[in-house]
């Protein structure tokens, strides 16, 4: 079990640009979420994933947002026309059943946005 | 709408003293309740959760929890701290109808020899 994996684990952009993160859940798991933390708060939820379909979006989650996961395996999170307050950690997390079951974090990737 | 507090944003204590790190959550029904552990560079990882039943739950790193539904806490508790415990502490609620979890603004842990 090699555990949640992101990459990148940095990116800095320029304002206006696109970004794509990935993650990559534990490989059993069916269940894949996104969070994002900004300095000095806990992880808001972004979306999440049961296998390969989108089942809630949060409206935090802008229509620059975007997020799949084609396969049910790994997700990509993409942010078109990057702004400075995108700036934050972006993290992937896995579970393997609904209802409330562990959600496995991964180590994020971190967005500057100049 | 569910909602989490955790009302101290920083805590010092010396290597070797008690901890108490407070939690409260706003939630209708019965909640899942997690307590996770944040260190610098490293993913969050689960110290304990609360599902149902007994209402004091033992976790990793000598970590335990309480639920208390009548004070709608669900504090954490360890008797001896060690150095290595310092660290952001979150504590989340999750609902059994969606998969999200809520996250307090967590509470820092800085520990002294």
């Known amino acids: 079990d090699t555990g949640v994996s992101q990459n990148p684990r940095h990116k800095i952009t320029k304002r206006g640009q696109n970004v794509t993160f990935r993650c990559d859940p534990i490989?059993?798991?069916?269940?894949l979420y996104w969070y994002r933390q900004t300095l000095g708060q806990g992880p808001e939820f972004l979306t999440y994933?049961?296998?390969?379909?989108?089942?809630?979006k949060s409206r935090l989650l802008s229509d620059r947002f975007s997020a799949e996961r084609p396969k049910g395996s790994f997700s990509t999170l993409e942010i078109q026309r990057t702004e400075q307050g995108d700036s934050a950690m972006y993290l992937c997390?896995?579970?393997?059943?609904?209802?409330?079951?562990?959600?496995?974090f991964g180590p994020g990737t971190r967005l500057t946005v100049l | 709408a569910q909602s989490v507090t955790q009302p101290d944003i920083h805590i010092t204590v010396s290597e070797g003293a008690s901890l108490e790190l407070r939690c409260n959550y706003s939630y209708g029904a019965t909640p899942y309740l997690f307590w996770y552990v944040q260190s610098p560079g490293q993913g969050l990882q689960l110290l304990l959760k609360y599902f149902s039943g007994d209402t004091l739950v033992q976790g990793i790193k000598g970590f335990e929890a309480e639920f208390k539904r009548s004070q709608s806490s669900f504090n954490l508790r360890k008797p001896s701290v060690h150095w290595s415990d310092a660290a952001e502490y979150f504590c989340a609620v999750g609902a059994d109808n969606t998969d999200k979890l809520i996250f307090g603004t967590g509470t820092r842990l800085q520990v002294f020899p």
């Open positions: 994933f049961q296998n390969e379909a989108q089942l809630e």
């Open positions: 490989s059993e798991h069916n269940r």
């Open positions: 997390a896995s579970s393997l059943v609904a209802g409330g079951d562990e959600q496995f």
